[in-house]
């Protein structure tokens, strides 16, 4: 079989540096946010353009975290698009807001930009605009309902590390971005992985001492920031008890355990010097499929002309999807469905009382969308076979 994505590929070309990397922290005995998490947190603020780089565990939590920090809490509203992970309207609903679900282009597959402001509420206190399969969505028009309407933006740019909309890269485009090293994003870990990217002062303290249980120093920064009263006994306490030095057990705010692991980091600085070229690798192999698959029957997919797509996933649409990937399986490919339901669809929301035809371009997409392989390792054989037993397919 031809792997959707192929990790042992990518691990046999760097596997010494990975090595060296995990005995290094093996041998500090430092496992816990230690000084790779430090390194990583500088290398991706300059990576992104974002002034902060907050380490959390997981993309999940990125959000939530983000989340938190904007102070979005029960009944507010979060508009955001069906046609994504589950994650990141269930980050919403973790912090007890309210998703709202506006339709998506058909050819960009990101959130339709044109159709969130009839959809903004008294009640809606941010966007989250998703960068999905690694392309950004239209960020200019977005930033500025958001500022007319005074609403925080939230990327979720989990898939799309290294992207750019008009020459900045995704993770610096709104108030703060989320991203996830799972093991198939295009920067993984070797396990979970999360970060926040903002270039908000404010922002950043609070989300640093959230993802610690809201103590130490961490936590009496942002304390300071959220609280008018009492600010300045609990600096005093923080004195007395030295904050700096073993204050994990003082704390100033409710909430959660999100750090990242030191050996998960330093496999992360390991893969992040490579991260433009094996994106560049995705590029090409997308120029590839577009240019043979024009026109055959099958519909590539479609970038806007400000951004430059990392290619997270190559999706293509058909008609006849299920035959089509039922054959492509039967000759070796492996392909993969992206998403088979909508989220306004999902029995999770179910009580949120959308049914269907209430988005139909998510839904049409949900039936006809799925993905072929693209990673930087896929040799020239490879897509050629994958490119040739799709036109035969389809002759």
């Not at 269930?90 to 709202?100: F, H, K, L, N």
């Not at 930009?113 to 200019?140: W, Y």
């Not at 997308?286 to 590539?300: E, F, I, R």
Request: aromatic fraction near 10%; charged fraction near 20%; proline fraction near 3%.
């Amino acid at each position: 079989m031809i792997p959707l994505i192929d990790l042992n590929s990518q691990y046999d070309i760097i596997k010494d540096e990975i090595s060296r990397a995990v005995l290094d922290v093996l041998e500090s005995g430092q496992y816990i946010q230690g000084q790779k998490v430090k390194e990583l947190e500088k290398s991706m603020a300059g990576y992104t353009g974002a002034r902060h780089a907050i380490a959390c565990a997981n993309g999940t939590d990125a959000l939530i975290l983000s989340l938190h920090a904007c102070g979005i809490s029960e009944g507010d509203e979060v508009i955001t698009t069906p046609f994504t992970f589950f994650a990141t309207a269930e980050a919403i609903s973790r912090v007890g807001a309210i998703p709202v679900f506006v339709d998506v282009d058909r050819y960009t597959f990101n959130i339709n930009a044109n159709l969130i402001e009839e959809k903004i509420s008294n009640r809606t206190k941010a966007i989250i605009p998703v960068h999905i399969f690694g392309q950004p969505s239209e960020m200019d028009a977005i930033n500025e309902l958001a500022q007319k309407y005074q609403l925080y933006v939230i990327e979720d740019a989990c898939q799309a590390i290294g992207a750019k909309y008009k020459g900045r890269r995704v993770g610096s485009l709104g108030d703060a971005a989320c991203f996830s090293f799972f093991p198939t994003k295009n920067l993984g870990a070797c396990g979970d992985g999360g970060m926040v990217t903002t270039s908000n002062d404010r922002l950043a303290a609070i989300i640093r001492a959230l993802r610690v249980h809201g103590s130490g120093n961490a936590g009496l920064q942002a304390y300071n920031l959220l609280s008018d009263e009492n600010v300045q006994d609990f600096e005093e306490a923080g004195n007395n008890h030295s904050v700096t030095d073993g204050a994990k057990y003082f704390n100033y705010l409710i909430g959660y355990n999100s750090r990242l692991d030191e050996i998960q980091a330093a496999i992360l600085l390991v893969k992040l010097k490579y991260m433009d070229k094996w994106n560049e690798a995705r590029s090409n192999t997308a120029d590839y499929y577009d240019s043979m698959l024009q026109d055959t029957g099958v519909k590539v997919p479609e970038t806007i002309k400000e951004a430059e797509s990392v290619f997270h996933m190559y999706i293509l649409q058909a008609e006849n999807r299920d035959k089509l990937t039922q054959y492509l399986m039967q000759k070796g490919i492996s392909t993969g469905i992206y998403y088979p339901v909508p989220l306004h669809l999902q029995k999770a929301y179910r009580s949120l009382g959308y049914k269907p035809g209430d988005l139909p371009v998510s839904e049409y997409l949900a039936a006809r969308t799925f993905a072929i392989p693209i990673y930087p390792e896929l040799t020239e054989d490879k897509k050629r076979y994958i490119v040739d037993t799709l036109l035969q397919f389809m002759s």
